[in-house]
């Protein structure tokens, strides 16, 4: 059992930025950060695989979020720029042991809050 524990989230002026941490308990070969914004659907908004050599970005978010990972730490971060009202969510991490890409996400964090005022 992998355990995902969530940090860095708050409220935070539209234009502004917050890093989100994930701290992990043990490796995983994928990991991602997920949202849902109150009324709509839970979104993929990026990917990250061991390496770090693969990424990938919801639309919505490329050129402003930067998805990394420390693994000597085992925890992924990501960095939001240019936040937008749009962005205010509740985000969650996720990991997979599989890096296969249709895989289930396996292991989940409690998800934590972002509010971007306008």
């Known amino acids: 059992q992998v355990q995902l524990v969530e940090s860095g989230g708050g409220l935070v002026q539209a234009g502004g930025s917050l890093r989100l941490s994930c701290a992990a308990s043990?490796?995983?070969?994928?990991m991602a950060w997920f949202r849902q914004a109150p009324g709509k659907e839970r979104e993929l908004v990026a990917t990250?695989?061991?390496?770090?050599?693969?990424?990938s970005y919801a639309d919505s978010v490329k050129g402003r979020f930067t998805i990394s990972r420390d693994n000597a730490k085992n925890t992924m971060y990501l960095q939001m720029n240019s936040l937008k009202p749009e962005d205010t969510a509740v985000y969650t991490c996720?990991?997979?042991?599989?890096?296969?890409?249709?895989?289930?996400?396996?292991?989940w964090g409690q998800g934590i809050q972002v509010t971007v005022s306008s």
């Open positions: 996720a990991a997979k042991s599989s890096s296969a890409s249709w895989s289930r996400y396996n292991y």
């Open positions: 043990a490796r995983t070969a994928i």
């Open positions: 990250i695989s061991w390496s770090g050599g693969s990424k």
